[in-house]
């Protein structure tokens, strides 16, 4: 009897202190609230994969800029349908210059590139800056291109290189976006 009682007794015991272990194991910090820069990218990644098509706004399909439109659009801001006019939007940040400051790129600034390389250059194509990597002098951003629709891109990449037009600030200053 006393066997049992003692038997008891330790799984009582026992039970206490993984009850007790639990309820410390349990508590957790809140989450860090995301910033709009966050958030945008965020949503922006949900549409990875989505194909291409010239003048399509969504769901199904997206060209470069209704894919930049719906993007911000999921965070509460709104954007012109076109890209001709998203280059019109927020902040110019690097315009006109041949070698990009990346101590100056954002993320989830736009990156906005010309049609052809040389001359005069029309804006083309538009995009959303998710990572600049300072020690490379080099940004990735997401776009909906042509071949692969929405995907990841580097800015080293020869063919938007040679095509930058400029970068815009579309996300407040304090929201942020700053690089990290």
């Given amino acids: 009897m006393r066997h049992w009682a003692m038997l008891i007794g330790l799984m009582l015991s026992a039970g206490c202190l993984c009850a007790q272990q639990r309820d410390t194991v349990s508590v957790q910090e809140p989450p860090l609230p995301m910033s709009k820069a966050d958030s945008l990218i965020a949503?922006?990644?949900?549409?990875?994969?989505?194909p291409y098509k010239l003048g399509a706004e969504g769901?199904?399909?997206?060209?470069c800029s209704s894919?930049?439109?719906?993007?911000?659009?999921?965070?509460?801001?709104?954007?012109?349908r076109r890209?001709?006019?998203?280059?019109?939007?927020?902040?110019?940040?690097?315009?006109?210059?041949?070698s990009v400051d990346q101590q100056e790129i954002r993320r989830g600034d736009i990156v906005l590139f010309g049609k052809r390389?040389?001359?005069?250059?029309?804006?083309?194509h538009v995009g959303i800056v998710v990572d600049v990597d300072l020690e490379h002098s080099d940004f990735t951003f997401i776009h909906c291109g042509v071949s692969h629709?929405?995907?990841?891109?580097?800015?080293?990449?020869?063919?938007y290189f040679m095509r930058y037009i400029t970068c815009r600030r579309i996300l407040p200053e304090d929201s942020g976006s700053s690089p990290e």
């Fill in 117 to 124: 390389v040389g001359g005069i250059r029309e804006v083309g």
């Fill in 59 to 63: 769901p199904a399909f997206y060209d």
């Fill in 43 to 50: 949503y922006a990644e949900t549409f990875l994969g989505k």
């Fill in 83 to 98: 890209t001709v006019s998203q280059i019109q939007e927020g902040d110019g940040v690097c315009e006109g210059v041949s």
């Fill in 67 to 80: 894919f930049v439109r719906a993007a911000f659009r999921g965070i509460g801001i709104e954007l012109p």
């Fill in 149 to 159: 629709g929405v995907e990841f891109q580097k800015f080293s990449n020869p063919y």
